[in-house]
């Protein structure tokens, strides 16, 4: 079974600070990683995904994000926080050749001025 | 840029009456899925389907819930009879292959209300 937890529902940066959004994971078999973003009235688009390979996986926007299998974490973060940034994000995992993604509740950021 | 596409934007409803949600994947995409969100709460896998068949399916996914491809284009979800609980936000996505290798597009979503 694999499941999703991530913290804090609500993240308040100030633009031009560090933006950082937590999610721990648990996964019986390898897990496949991913952050979605989700704007105001549309769909979910795909920031980065961690399959095999390279821990630290960079994405669109400047974001990136590093896997510890250790600490069964995949914190997403980004050096500095734009206004554009303010959204809701989506922690997901899934299994190698699985068809289903298990999200998270999600993280909606705020970024102020 | 190809999109996932989805009509309507917002169904309203009576409770025990049946709707169907439709999406248009993207053409050269080979795995199709719904996923929903309920108010304030997490995105909820239902269904996968890949070759005319449903490849996985969640616990939500019950006797209720159907999935059909009719015509080589359309995705469609039905809800046979809903429920006041069916109320949410439901999403299509696709995929050229398993969800774990590729990426998954979503559509902008159907909200759905019943009354």
């Known amino acids: 079974a694999q499941s999703v937890t991530q913290l804090g529902s609500h993240v308040s940066v100030s633009e031009g600070a560090l933006v950082l959004l937590r999610c721990n994971y648990s996964s019986s078999v390898p897990p496949y990683l991913f952050w979605y973003v989700q704007y105001p009235n549309q769909g979910l688009q795909l920031l980065l995904k961690y399959t095999t390979g390279a821990t630290l996986v960079k994405g669109i926007n400047g974001f990136e994000a590093e896997f510890k299998k250790s600490e069964t974490s995949f914190h997403l973060t980004k050096p500095s926080a734009h206004m554009s940034d303010a959204a809701e994000y989506f922690c997901a995992v899934s299994a190698a050749g699985g068809f289903k993604t298990i999200f998270g509740a999600g993280t909606r950021l705020f970024v102020k001025a | 840029e190809p999109e996932v596409t989805q009509t309507p934007s917002h169904q309203v409803t009576q409770m025990g009456q049946e709707v169907i949600l439709r999406c248009v994947p993207i053409s050269n995409h080979l795995y199709f899925y719904w996923y929903r969100q309920i108010l304030g709460q997490k995105v909820e896998f239902l269904v996968s389907f890949y070759n005319n068949e449903i490849s996985e399916k969640s616990e939500i996914f019950d006797d209720q819930f159907s999935v059909e491809r009719p015509d080589g284009s359309n995705f469609t979800l039905k809800i046979r009879s809903t429920k006041l609980e069916d109320s949410a936000m439901y999403f299509c996505?696709?995929?050229?292959?398993?969800?774990?290798?590729?990426?998954?597009?979503f559509g902008p979503g159907t909200r759905l209300t019943v009354l």
């Open positions: 996505a696709s995929s050229v292959g398993t969800s774990s290798y590729n990426e998954q597009f």
